[in-house]
């Protein structure tokens, strides 16, 4: 049995500098679990100190110890013992993670942990083999591109899934020899510092990764502006992406990795061979963590003849989730992360059938369990591309259903007018597809099929205000590398 008691859990708080944990000594948040809204501990807000604090000594260690300036190959027996380590403390660290977040710890258990140790795996592979490269040039000179790491990488990670998404930016910035300062979502603070723990346990020098734990305009801000941090990784809203751009530029214009938000379509023709696989994966990419998933398949394009039939299986396995909290092993549908968000999604849904749209199903927030936010799984017909439900990133279970005549009209409707995040394709047509591939603006397209894989080699990343740069494949290590060129002439 995968199920615990969320009182019997001890859970680590504070900072994390230096190889360990600091208690905070200002300002604090209460952080509520959304299973059931109960506060379960106070969060220490970081200051500019404690922030200056955390990247001087990331910025010592980067300095003085071999983690960058050693073989590349210890760098990766350490990071693989540190992914090792995850697994073997996976139980403890699912039921941390599933306490104060969304994630179901059946899930948590099942992906989450064997994903985010796998990705460091992956990332632990390159240590030694991006060095660089030697450049054409006369026969007397030779021209060299050295890679190097930037120093201090700020990394900053969102809520949806804490683990996973820390570890996507943490591993290929460790594994090209930098140290990190993570600032986990303040909603989701606690499980990265056991992680942290581990990776000392793993033999990283204390320092290489640290943590602080804070609100985005205090803390987050202050880890952005700090002029010791050499690199920005940021995964979370665009409108946040786009503050800390300007925090950046005025700050000493910092590169950044931005990985923002969406709202993909799922483009299904009616020539598809199997509509049930069509409506499992529509389903899952909008049912998964409750949608509250970047890449969630959000707005429903089918073809006219494919459409009745496939609303109504996406409906069924709609109708078959099982709410609960995340300490459950029989939950298979995510709370909300807070009542405020739930409040937000509902506005939303209840403003679209105002203005014409009519719920296929759900449309409500779903009897309360253990006062917990929950939201009913939710298909929004009868819309159109200028309503909110279909314009707004709405991070929760919703899904708009708009349907098409033909393949130009498709396309068309799959496009956004600001967000280019993923997509789906679905057809029997591979021609059909491959058009629909190059006409989409979307920094991922799936075609009969939806959802990242463990294939860490595919890199992820927005087209347009989904963000600037790639996570993951080799390109997230390139992101973590400058490069140095180097002339030399030896004609004599
Ligand atoms: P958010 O932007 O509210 O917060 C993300 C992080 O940024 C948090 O740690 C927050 O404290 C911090 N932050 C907030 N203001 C800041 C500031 N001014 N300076 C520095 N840091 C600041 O996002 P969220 O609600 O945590 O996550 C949901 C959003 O993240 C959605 O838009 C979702 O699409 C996006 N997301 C994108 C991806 C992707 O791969 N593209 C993955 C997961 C989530």
């Known amino acids: 049995m995968l199920d615990f008691n969320p009182n019997d859990i001890a859970v680590p708080n504070g900072h994390f500098i230096d190889g360990t944990l600091v208690a905070g000594n200002g300002d604090t948040l209460p952080v509520r679990r959304p299973s059931d809204n109960q506060v379960y501990a106070d969060l220490p807000i970081a200051s500019a100190e404690v922030v200056d604090r955390a990247v001087m000594s990331a910025q010592r260690t980067f300095r003085t110890t071999s983690w960058a300036s050693g073989a590349p190959r210890e760098r990766a027996r350490i990071l693989r013992r540190w992914a090792d380590l995850i697994e073997a403390n996976g139980v403890e660290l699912a ?3 599933a306490l104060g977040s969304t994630r179901p710890v059946k899930d948590v258990i099942a992906v989450d942990i064997p994903y985010s140790a796998d990705c460091i795996r992956f ?10 490269e030697v450049a054409a040039t006369r026969s007397d000179h030779l021209g060299l591109v050295i890679a190097e790491p930037y120093g201090v990488v ?3 990670a969102p809520w949806n899934f804490p683990i996973t998404q820390a570890t996507t930016k943490i591993g290929p910035a460790l594994a090209a020899g930098n140290a990190v300062v993570l600032k986990p979502s303040e909603m989701t603070p606690f499980s990265m510092l056991r992680l942290a723990e581990l990776a000392i346990e793993a033999g990283m020098p204390p320092g290489i990764f640290n943590i602080v734990q804070g609100t985005g305009a205090v803390t987050g801000d202050a880890l952005c502006r700090h002029p010791a941090v050499g690199k920005i990784s940021f995964t979370g809203s665009t409108r946040t992406g786009a503050a800390i751009m300007a925090a950046s530029a005025e700050s000493g214009v910092k590169p950044l990795t931005l990985e923002l938000g969406g709202k993909s379509p799922q483009l299904v023709f009616a020539d598809v061979p199997d509509l049930d696989k069509v409506a499992r994966s529509v389903a899952n990419s909008i049912l998964g963590n409750a949608g509250q998933v970047c890449v969630a398949g959000s707005r429903l394009i089918v073809q006219r003849g494919a459409e009745a039939e ?13 709410p609960g909290p995340t300490w459950s092993s029989d939950t298979s549908y995510a709370p909300i992360i807070s009542t405020p968000q739930l409040d937000r999604i509902d506005g939303i849904v209840r403003r679209t059938i105002g203005e014409g749209g009519e719920a296929v199903i759900g449309g409500r927030r779903l009897a309360a369990i253990q006062d917990g936010a929950f939201y009913e799984p939710t298909i929004l017909a009868r819309v159109s591309s200028d309503m909110e439900a279909v314009r707004e990133e709405i991070f929760g279970p919703v899904l708009t259903v708009q349907a098409f005549d033909d393949e130009e009209e498709g396309v068309s409707l799959a496009a956004h007018p600001v967000y280019g995040l993923a997509a789906g394709v679905h057809t029997g047509d591979i021609s059909k597809a491959l058009r629909a591939v190059r006409a989409i603006k979307a920094g991922t397209v799936w075609v009969n099929r939806y959802g990242r894989t463990t294939d860490y080699v595919i890199p992820t990343g927005g087209y347009n205000s989904s963000g600037i740069g790639k996570d993951l494949g080799r390109q997230a290590v390139e992101a973590n590398l400058r490069f140095k060129s180097v002339l030399i002439d030896f004609a004599g």
């Open 154 to 156: 700020a990394a900053i």
């Open 95 to 97: 039921q941390l993670e």
């Open 123 to 132: 990332f632990a592979e390159y240590a030694d083999k991006l060095g660089g």
């Open 310 to 322: 496939l609303v109504d299986r996406i409906a069924a396995l709609a109708r078959a989730v099982r």
